[in-house]
């Protein structure tokens, strides 16, 4: 009879303890904070992205959250166009010369770039709406991985290895983001950045 009360009382005191500790994490005000700041940053960077998006988006059956945030990693963080537009720039702007810097919305992340030997790819919507004709589990996979989904080699001038760390969260973003802007083909150019 004794063991069973003590092993009572310390079952209760585990519990208590759980209990104080499950509150008080409730009550952390830093908790709270930063809720708030994840909350107010999304949002700002949800508005950001649809402010900076330099084309048209087509929102028809798109999760508009991951579009606006889409945008604004793509947009602001991972630098796509210099590398997947040909030009990046429209004629008298680029920013590189001393100009304002304006996308060129025709070629917008129509690929095109040459780099060496290798070619960027075009990651605007094919005509079944899906970026580079590739559902969500292969870019997803292609971007973990390295692995170019068109003949299996490994992405070579694709900064994967960075952009491998990205949350799904972010992946998916950016995919929605990449499936919302107008299919695009590439122009003319020498390198990124034009």
């Known amino acids: 009879m004794k063991k069973n009360r003590v092993i009572l009382v310390v079952v209760l005191a585990i519990i208590s303890v759980a209990f104080i500790g499950v509150r008080t994490l409730a009550q952390n005000p830093l908790a709270n904070d930063l809720d708030d700041l994840n909350s107010e940053l999304s949002l700002t960077k949800i ?8 084309v048209p988006l087509n929102l028809d059956h798109k999760n508009r959250a991951l579009v606006g ?18 030009p990046t720039y429209e ?9 304002d810097a304006k996308f060129n919305a025709p070629t917008y992340l129509a690929g095109g770039v040459p ?16 970026p580079h004709g590739l559902t969500f589990d292969q870019f997803r996979e292609a971007i973990r991985t390295g692995v170019d989904p068109d003949d299996g080699g490994i992405l070579q001038v694709m900064p ?3 952009y491998h760390h990205m949350t799904d969260g972010d992946l998916r973003a950016i995919y929605e983001y990449l499936s919302a802007v107008p299919h695009a083909e590439p122009g003319t150019c020498s390198g990124a950045g034009q």
Do not use: L, M
């Open 47 to 54: 508005r950001r992205g649809f402010e900076i998006a330099p």
């Open 69 to 86: 945030y889409g945008s604004y990693i793509v947009n602001t963080q991972a630098g796509c166009s210099d590398c997947h537009s040909c």
């Open 91 to 99: 004629p008298g702007h680029n920013p590189y010369i001393g100009q």
């Open 115 to 130: 780099f060496g030997p290798f070619v960027s790819k075009n990651i605007t919507p094919d005509a079944t709406g899906k």
């Open 160 to 162: 994967w290895p960075f």
